[in-house]
């Protein structure tokens, strides 16, 4: 699972600390409270939410809510942060199926060999690639 770094979870509090002591100057210490309780609790079920998970088994790849059989996978490739930067940018294909996450500057990239799928590649964020890269050829 790759889970959003420290440093984001932690600059997201501090906006929400900020509009808490909004509410708090402009309503009181009730407002204030429950709003902090809410919010507290909206980031703590976001920083599961927007959890990348990748599997790998016998039969297909997994990445989030997308599967695919090992059959279909043609060529997989490991990236470098510069080739990651490129390929998500500039370098796109609005085609492909991307499963990244901004924080993460490493992945590989999953060909797709079935003719039926007009998806050209996956573009998979992962921290561990090189891994990830041994498991789908093995």
């Known amino acids: ?60 790849l997994r990445v989030g809510a997308a599967r ?17 930067k490129s390929i998500r940018t500039r370098d796109a294909d609005p085609s492909a199926y991307l499963a990244i996450r901004f924080w993460s500057s490493k992945g590989l990239i999953v060909k797709i060999s079935d003719p039926r799928d007009p998806t050209p590649y996956w573009l998979i964020t992962s921290n561990k690639a090189t891994e990830l890269v041994k498991a789908l050829k093995a």
Request: net charge negative; aromatic share 12%.
């Open 1 to 60: 699972m790759i889970h959003a770094p420290l440093w984001l979870i932690a600059f997201v509090y501090f906006l929400i600390l900020s509009l808490v002591m909004s509410i708090w100057a402009a309503l009181g210490n009730t407002p204030a409270l429950v709003s902090l309780g809410i919010l507290s609790i909206w980031v703590v079920v976001m920083y599961f939410k927007t959890a990348l998970t990748i599997e790998v088994d016998e039969k297909e």
């Open 68 to 84: 695919i059989e090992h059959a279909y996978i043609g060529d997989v490739v490991a990236l470098t942060p510069v080739e990651m």
